[in-house]
């Protein structure tokens, strides 16, 4: 995995280091296909929902179909840490 770097996610809009993350499994596709920045939160709570959601591995659409149902539509818990600071900057 490259080193992480400062950005935006594109699930949860948080700046913080990032990784960018291969829509299509690499594992799978290889190096094909767009690749998104996710913190860690969002890209570890993806790779689980994505575990769950694939019914065949070998099938672009359906990576691709589930990529844009988690971005879309699931919410991703926030990190402990993030609501505490929240907490506490309003507070």
Do not use: R
């Amino acid at each position: 995995m490259k080193e992480a770097k400062k950005g935006y996610c594109v699930k949860c809009g948080k700046y913080f280091y990032v990784h960018e993350h291969h829509i299509l499994p690499q594992a799978i596709f290889g190096e094909i296909g767009k690749k998104e920045k996710l913190c860690p939160n969002c890209h570890t709570h993806f790779h689980e929902y994505s575990k769950k959601e694939t019914k065949n591995p070998q099938d672009q659409n359906e990576a691709l179909n589930i990529w844009t149902k988690w971005l879309k539509t699931v919410t991703v818990i926030v990190s402990v840490w993030v609501l505490a600071v929240i907490l506490i900057w309003t507070w």
